[in-house]
């Protein structure tokens, strides 16, 4: 098989290139394709490989376009069922129509394997355009994107050299302002409650580090599958957490969801909240002031988020060039679940 390499700004590699890449002709290439049955299992698996080395999607569009561009743009986000995602993706997909973009949406369910599936589908329709969330992706979905080379805007996490573009915020960070919060609330044990993702993961671990830098006991964690129903979750959580470590006085929760849980079965287990348990969520979705006790948490502006990325991803579909990463930040909202302790 000879070789040859695929960078940003190179053109998307064509069928004839596929072919070199393993040593076929272009129709041998194309069969094996679209249909693997009439060529060997040898030949199929060849060609496999180097369109997944190469970087080739098949374009199903061949034929059907007069002009390169399509305006449409390829969005994905990990779920709907949150409101931070759903309000980051309801502005995003606002923006881009009255810059006459049309959106077609991708749920990856946190499973950056499935991103890569849809992305390939996707990327067959020659969008002009992809948003993904994140910046955690396989390294075929990379190639796919550097192959295809077409603006990439990722959302909601913030890196300083993202893969194109990127407009968000800091996890890590995030994760350090909540402990420290607790820790002026004058709690001395605070413990995590978060799902398995790799968001709330990274939280974790900026909380963990501002443990560490002040000295304090190493904080309990209780991690529980994101596929889980929400339904239950706040007191498993909790009830894990009491049986792990009883002496947590204070919990962070990957979700404002989850703290509303834990809020309930606090009140259920007759725990005064917060003298006997501080509570904390993520999010500030709109149920956390109505709370009882109203929801401590921290702040993240979905809506700026999918509005700044549809105009980074606008002007870059343009052929412009704005700054490529944005960190809009968060805030700490101190509520009455972590009033200072008397």
Same mark, same amino acid.
């Given at each position: ?159 300083? +050299? ?84 009883? +002496? ?95």
């Amino acid at each position: 098989m000879s070789t040859r390499s695929f960078s940003r700004g190179a053109a998307a590699p064509t069928l004839k290139d596929l072919a070199r890449l393993a040593g076929v002709s272009p129709i041998t290439a194309s069969r094996a394709l679209h249909r693997p049955e009439l060529v060997a299992e040898s030949t199929r698996l060849r060609v496999q490989s180097a369109a997944e080395q190469s970087g080739y999607v098949p374009n199903s569009l061949a034929g059907g376009l007069t002009s390169r561009q399509t305006r449409l743009v390829a969005a994905i986000v990990p779920t709907i069922g949150h409101s931070l995602f759903s309000d980051m993706v309801g502005a995003l997909i606002t923006a881009l129509a009255e810059a006459r973009y049309e959106t077609t949406l991708g749920i990856s369910s946190y499973d950056v394997e499935h991103e890569e599936t849809w992305l390939a589908a996707m990327l067959s329709r020659r969008p002009d355009g992809v948003v993904l969330t994140g910046t955690e992706h396989t390294m075929r979905t990379r190639r796919l994107l550097l192959s295809a080379d077409i603006p990439v805007v990722e959302l909601w996490d913030y890196i300083p +050299h993202p893969m194109d573009a990127a407009v968000g915020f800091s996890q890590e960070e995030a994760g350090r302002a909540a402990f420290h919060h607790l820790r002026a609330c004058g709690y001395k044990r605070p413990a995590i409650l978060r799902a398995d993702d790799s968001r709330a993961q990274r939280r974790a671990q900026g909380f963990l580090r501002a443990a560490a830098e002040l000295q304090a006991p190493e904080p309990v964690q209780v991690v529980f599958p994101e596929q889980r129903p929400q339904l239950g979750r706040g007191r498993e959580a909790l009830t894990a957490l009491r049986a792990k470590c009883d +002496h947590a006085d204070a919990v962070f929760c990957s979700s404002d969801a989850l703290a509303q849980g834990v809020l309930a079965h606090a009140h259920a287990l007759g725990l005064n909240v917060p003298q006997q348990l501080g509570v904390m969520g993520f999010g500030d979705q709109a149920l956390a002031v109505d709370c009882v006790p109203a929801l401590s948490t921290v702040r993240i502006d979905g809506a700026n988020i999918g509005r700044l990325g549809a105009q980074d991803l606008i002007a870059r579909m343009r052929g412009g060039q704005p700054e490529p990463a944005r960190d809009v930040g968060f805030a700490v909202i101190a509520r009455a679940s972590t009033a200072l302790k008397s």
